[in-house]
């Protein structure tokens, strides 16, 4: 049988199994006894950025419509003998799935029958069923998923912003596709990007509660030698060459809201190829952005208490091996005078630095949330999947935080905030009320 790495973080208190099949599939068991729930995730390296590539079907490059990412997550439950969450059900297991930019996960969660779940989510996962007439059905379904996120305001500013910054670039197409590409989509497709990208190789699973991690991995082991894969090959994506500035400075769009609402920030301009520098880069752009405009920061409460926004205002950031960019805004009645305050702020603390006492807090605050994380099922799948198909180890990310400094987090503030990479997404009221 494949034997069990162990991996022990002393500082987490914590001791993460490992193991690779032969088939290239990597599994990963995260043992806690004091859980009460099994959380459990499949996933493959392939989302909705992947619409170019080398089919392993046929060896020729291909393009593929957008949104078949996200159309291939839903027919996977679909089986020729009934629906997979009527399987789930039966053992007590509740099931998911979603797809990203770079990735589509398939999960279950459970408090007992845990061997009988897990041999599901391989399974199905691993079983696809598509005929023209389960294609066809599912456009309809998926179309109106659609429209009715174009009517969410916090979908279009999203969406609107993503387009300031890359313009017609798969990064900024909307994960789910739109009416017209979905309807493009074939069970021809679908087999294409199947046999591609969900070759055991490309893809992980991982676990999390109260299970016996020989035990998990025997049953892995037995199932994964029962089927028949190709042998495995580098899979060639293509991607376009992402803009060097920000495409659009400004975008705005219109729907019936109770009051505007707008998102601004700005792209990256560099990358790194080197994940680890990636995530350190990634932890000191948060540290920065939850000392300024937290929800425990000076500038959040005063622009509030100022009326220029509401609790839901919020800050983000994201580094991949693709791009890059932060986020901020939300609902304002004066959304312009919402973003120049707070790029006057940001502005005034690039020149100044942040403050230390500010800076501390914030570090407490990001080691302290990292660390209960690992409290929760959920939480500690999603870091960690995330992490690991982006080349990064969980238990490095509390050593990154930790070795931070002040002076780090000033500079990548300052790099930031280049004017040619920023863009403002707006969505306002129908009426042109602002």
């Not at 619409?51 to 046929?58: G, L």
């Not at 969660?109 to 599901?120: A, G, K, Q």
């Not at 005063?302 to 901020?328: A, R």
Request: aromatic content about 10%; overall charge negative; hydrophobic content about 40%.
């Amino acid at each position: 049988m494949t034997k069990l790495a162990e991996k022990r973080s002393d500082r987490l208190r914590e001791t993460l199994f490992e193991a690779e099949m032969a088939n290239g599939l990597q599994v990963f068991i995260l043992p806690k006894p004091e859980f009460r729930q099994t959380y459990a995730t499949f996933i493959t390296k392939y989302g909705s950025l992947d619409s170019e590539f080398v089919s392993a079907m046929t060896g020729k490059r291909i393009k593929v419509p957008d949104g078949i990412a996200h159309f291939l997550e839903h027919k996977m439950f679909e089986e020729e003998d009934g629906d997979v969450f009527n399987k789930f059900a039966k053992f007590g297991a509740q099931a998911n799935a979603f797809t990203t930019f770079d990735s589509t996960t398939y999960l279950f969660s459970s408090t007992s029958h845990v061997e009988e779940n897990l041999t599901i989510l391989l399974d199905f996962v691993q079983n696809p069923y598509f005929t023209d007439q389960n294609v066809d059905k599912e456009k309809g379904i998926i179309a109106q998923e659609i429209k009715m996120y174009e009517d969410t305001p916090n979908w279009r500013s999203y969406f609107g912003l993503l387009k300031g910054f890359y313009g017609d670039h798969p990064a900024a197409t909307d994960i789910a596709g739109t009416v017209e590409s979905i309807s493009r989509i074939t069970k021809e497709d679908l087999y294409d990007c199947y046999r591609t990208f969900y070759h055991p190789s490309n893809m992980i699973l991982f676990m999390v509660g109260p299970v016996d991690p020989e035990a998990m991995l025997e049953l892995v082991q037995r199932n994964q030698e029962a089927k028949a894969f190709k042998k495995r090959q580098v899979i060639q994506r293509f991607y376009p060459e992402l803009p060097r500035r920000a495409i659009e400075a400004r975008v705005e769009s219109e729907l019936v809201i109770a009051q505007p609402r707008v998102l601004f920030g700005y792209k990256e301009v560099d990358g790194s190829a080197d994940p680890m520098t990636r995530n350190r880069h990634e932890a000191a752009m948060e540290l920065w952005m939850d000392a300024l405009l937290g929800r425990g920061a000076r500038l959040f409460h005063e622009l509030i208490e100022e009326g220029l926004t509401d609790q839901g205002f919020s800050v983000e950031y994201e580094m991949t091996e693709y791009y890059g960019h932060s986020i901020l805004g939300g609902n304002s009645k004066k959304p312009l005078d919402l973003v120049k305050r707070v790029q006057t702020a940001l502005a005034q603390t690039a020149k100044k630095g942040l403050h230390q006492d500010d800076f501390l807090r914030a570090k407490r605050k990001a080691i302290g949330r990292f660390v209960s994380l690992l409290d929760s099922p959920q939480g500690v799948a999603h870091v960690f999947t995330t992490q690991k198909l982006r080349g990064i180890d969980i238990f490095d990310t509390i050593d990154v935080l930790e070795q931070i400094e002040l002076a780090e987090v000033n500079e990548v503030l300052k790099k930031h905030l280049q004017d040619e990479q920023f863009a403002i997404s707006l969505v306002q009221q129908l009426d042109g009320e602002e």
